[in-house]
């Protein structure tokens, strides 16, 4: 078993920034990926940014590319979101996820989830 939580999520204003945090525990050896994913209200999951944990290779949604870096602490078992440029749309519940399988971008794709963190954008 895995245990994801995420925490970093808040209030900001538009242009504002964030981090988000994930600390992973439990089976977190020979993961495939760590991602992020959000949720909007009345809005379907997407997908946000991924890690490949070997070779730290990433991967961004077009929305978030140039706005948020997906990184991550070995030491600490930590995978984070920095947020920079927020705007008003990047308001969603954002969670963490791990895969132990092939792939990055699906939700079904992902094995174990974070039970999520908030992140509100005013304009």
């Known amino acids: 078993q895995v245990q994801l939580v995420e925490s970093g999520g808040g209030l900001v204003q538009a242009g504002g920034s964030l981090r988000l945090s994930c600390a992973a525990s439990?089976?977190?050896?020979?993961?495939?990926?760590m991602g992020w994913f959000r949720q909007a209200p009345g809005k379907e999951r997407e997908f946000v940014a991924a890690?490949?944990?070997?070779?730290?290779?990433?991967y961004y949604a077009d929305s978030v590319k140039g706005r948020f870096t997906i990184s991550r602490d070995n030491a600490k078992n930590t995978l984070y979101l920095q947020m920079h440029s927020l705007k008003p749309e990047d308001t969603a519940v954002y969670y963490c996820?791990?895969?132990?399988?092939?792939?990055?971008?699906?939700?079904?794709?992902?094995?174990?989830w974070g039970q999520g963190t908030q992140v509100t954008v005013s304009s």
């Open positions: 996820a791990a895969t132990y399988s092939v792939g990055y971008y699906y939700i079904d794709q992902y094995d174990y």
């Open positions: 439990g089976r977190t050896f020979s993961r495939h990926a």
């Open positions: 890690l490949i944990w070997s070779g730290a290779s990433t």
